[in-house]
């Protein structure tokens, strides 16, 4: 696991798979791929639609066995850039099954989640494999593009965790 | 993790922190306590207006007033970052779990691609 100062406060992870681009790119837009991936742990993805275009609508469920029965989480967004094969960014909020967004107190996930999130994917051609770097960070509910002040964050945060720990 | 987040505080520091002037004066104050007029140095901005993202700040939490009469020093607080941090720890694992699995997906998908392939 990568451990540098990126890791402080939005997560940054750059992986790299055996798959060609294209197909990668499938496995976030197509919901048939992103359905059987993106739900580990015993957890399945029931509903996944998807409007794959800038300002179109994500709507996804997620359930979860748990002691007590299964239990269904809902997430919306919208797709706000939209390039093929390269770069994939959308917004992330709990919602309710008609894609209403909930207020974070409201929706019992344990550990806490902010308001909206947003999460980039950036895809690199490596000929016949592709890098990966998923970027997901906590925004400000209604700001647009909050994506790009991650890196200046990383440096405070770098720089104020020495401090911190004094 | 046994820390337990707050979430509206979660919400309340990533909107204090949506700001390159609030994240310019946090890092100011990474580096010491200053005052307002201080903070306000590199910014061609009116006073008002610094002391409106302060004020944002402190509600946040990111930023402590002193109480000397005339000099208010502002100093940076971290606690709320770490919360960010914390955060960002868990929504990781949760992120390399689904990769391992997508992992084992595009394995799985393997043999059909390449019997696809040959088909040419």
């Known amino acids: 696991m990568t451990d540098d100062s990126a890791s402080q406060d939005a997560v940054v992870i750059e992986r790299s798979f055996d798959a060609p681009v294209d197909l990668i790119w499938q496995m976030w837009t197509k919901p048939e791929h992103f359905r059987a991936w993106y739900g580990p742990d015993g957890a399945t993805v029931p509903v996944a639609k998807m409007d794959v275009r800038a300002g179109g609508s994500r709507l996804v469920c997620m359930e979860m066995e748990t002691p007590g029965g299964s239990v269904r989480m809902w997430f919306t967004g919208e797709y706000r850039e939209v390039i093929q094969n390269q770069r994939l960014v959308y917004t992330e909020s709990m919602c309710d099954e008609d894609g209403n967004a909930l207020p974070p107190q409201g929706t019992g996930v344990p550990g806490g989640h902010p308001a909206q999130t947003e999460v980039m994917v950036e895809l690199e051609d490596l000929g016949g494999r592709t890098k990966m770097v998923l970027t997901h960070t906590g925004i400000a509910a209604g700001s647009p593009g909050a994506a790009g002040w991650t890196m200046a964050l990383s440096k405070l945060a770098a720089y104020v965790q020495p401090l911190a720990t004094r | ?120």
């Open chain 2, 1 to 120: 993790m046994t820390l337990v987040i707050d979430e509206d505080r979660l919400s309340e520091t990533f909107a204090a922190l949506a700001s390159s002037t609030r994240r310019a004066i946090l890092a100011r104050l990474a580096e010491g306590e200053a005052n307002v007029n201080e903070l306000a140095g590199p910014f061609a901005m009116t006073l008002p207006a610094i002391s409106k993202h302060i004020k944002v700040l402190e509600r946040a939490g990111l930023v402590v007033r002193g109480q000397r009469a005339q000099y208010r020093p502002c100093t940076l607080n971290p606690a709320p970052l770490e919360e960010v941090s914390a955060w960002a720890g868990q929504c990781r694992a949760v992120w390399e779990a689904r990769f391992d699995q997508l992992d084992v997906y595009l394995t799985r998908l393997r043999p059909q691609r390449e019997a696809g392939e040959h088909d040419d």
